[in-house]
């Protein structure tokens, strides 16, 4: 079946790096978009930004922009998200979400990586 | 950037009852092709998001039919005709129109 499975739990000190993966299964990567979404505990829901595997382009929030990098691995059908300079308010649970095209809906998500930033 | 504005925050329902969700955007969400790239989603306790309604108005894949969307320009609503207990959780509206993409601020259904 179609899924995104992503990467465990992390627990980092303030300043480190995070790299967050999602492997897809069960369609083809390169025909969706993967955004990546946060969620602060309690909170809702922040849009960080989206890959577009198929080429490797990218467009970022400006919340994130210059600390955070998209990559994926088509090879092995895996989107990455990396967050740099973590703070505390950077603690959240991160999920990668895909699109098949602007508008029809962020369809599939994954299940969701706790990020902990904390000294 | 586009702000997205839902209201209630809080919404109780008698099961069986319908409700009702309004989303506001700052500014018109209609697209020059004639859609509105407003989503909406339902966040049920300790899981991940899943798409209801796409493009204001479509149902997404196994979503009932009780759920259904309207709304054009900058004034949307997402509305349930028979609350079941199975619909508590937190609906967000999203807009899709231009990045950054950005969601409301939720509305908590739930059963009285």
């Known amino acids: 079946q179609v899924q995104l499975v992503q990467s465990g739990a992390e627990v980092k000190k303030p300043g480190a790096s995070v790299k967050v993966s999602c492997k897809a299964s069960?369609?083809?990567?390169?025909?969706?978009?993967i955004h990546w979404v946060r969620q602060a505990r309690g909170q809702g829901l922040k849009w960080m930004g989206w890959?577009?595997?198929?080429?490797?382009?990218?467009i970022y929030s400006e919340t994130f922009q210059g600390r955070v990098t998209m990559t994926r691995d088509t090879s092995i059908t895996t989107a990455y998200m990396e967050l740099r300079r973590l703070r505390s308010d950077d603690t959240a649970v991160y999920y990668c979400?895909?699109?098949?095209?602007?508008?029809?809906?962020?369809?599939?998500w994954g299940q969701g990586t706790t990020v902990t930033v904390s000294s | 950037d586009i702000v997205m504005t839902q209201s209630p925050v809080s919404l109780p329902v008698t099961p069986g009852e319908p409700a009702s969700i309004s989303c506001r955007s700052s500014?018109?969400?209609?697209?020059?092709?004639?859609?509105?790239?407003l989503d909406w989603y339902l966040q049920k306790p300790g899981r991940s998001p899943q798409l209801l309604i796409y493009l204001a108005s479509n149902r997404a894949s196994g979503v009932p039919d009780r759920f259904s969307g309207s709304g054009s320009g900058t004034d949307f609503t997402l509305k349930i005709s028979r609350v079941e207990a199975e619909d508590v959780g937190v609906y967000y509206c999203m807009q899709t129109l231009q990045t950054p993409y950005s969601f409301g601020q939720g509305t908590k259904l739930e059963i009285k």
């Open positions: 979400v895909r699109e098949w095209a602007a508008g029809y809906g962020l369809d599939v």
């Open positions: 069960g369609y083809t990567f390169s025909g969706y978009y």
């Open positions: 890959i577009n595997p198929n080429s490797g382009g990218t």
């Open positions: 500014q018109s969400l209609l697209h020059s092709n004639g859609d509105n790239y």
